[in-house]
């Protein structure tokens, strides 16, 4: 019986381990992030989320700015099922800060071939920087499922 018993305890503890390890393996080997905490952006009372989004900086100004030599500043706000901008063009080198929200529900922005991937989420801010070193046109694709058309929330970035 106590033999038994020790298979138990190593087998509950096998398993917690395999949970942790997928844990780690998802958040660092698959590059999955959850947004950093910068900010959210609370509705005044009877507001709506979009109409707060759409008056909260730098979200009132979706699109590209350039903040200074080789540095731009991308605002992107993710709706269903599009984003806002739907194309952009940066110079190539050139170091971009993202920042996204989302006006809805959960929605993905990620950017195959490079490490930007991050979630627009409603009402939370999420930022995250990248330099563009090849030129060449680039897929912006939303990767969390959405609804109807999901497939169908794409955007391009152009470097050249
Ligand atoms: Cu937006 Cu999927």
Redesign the pocket.
Known sequence: MEKLEKIYVWLSISILLAFIIALIYASVALAVRVPTDVGQIVPNPGESLVSAVMRTPPFNQPGIQEVGPGQYKVVVI?Q??MFNPPSIELPLGAEVTFYGTSLDID??FYIPGTDVNMMLLPGQISVLRHKFNKAGEYRII?H???GTL?HL?TGTITVK
């Open positions: 993710g269903a099922w929605h993905g939303c969390e499922y959405c999901h929330m």
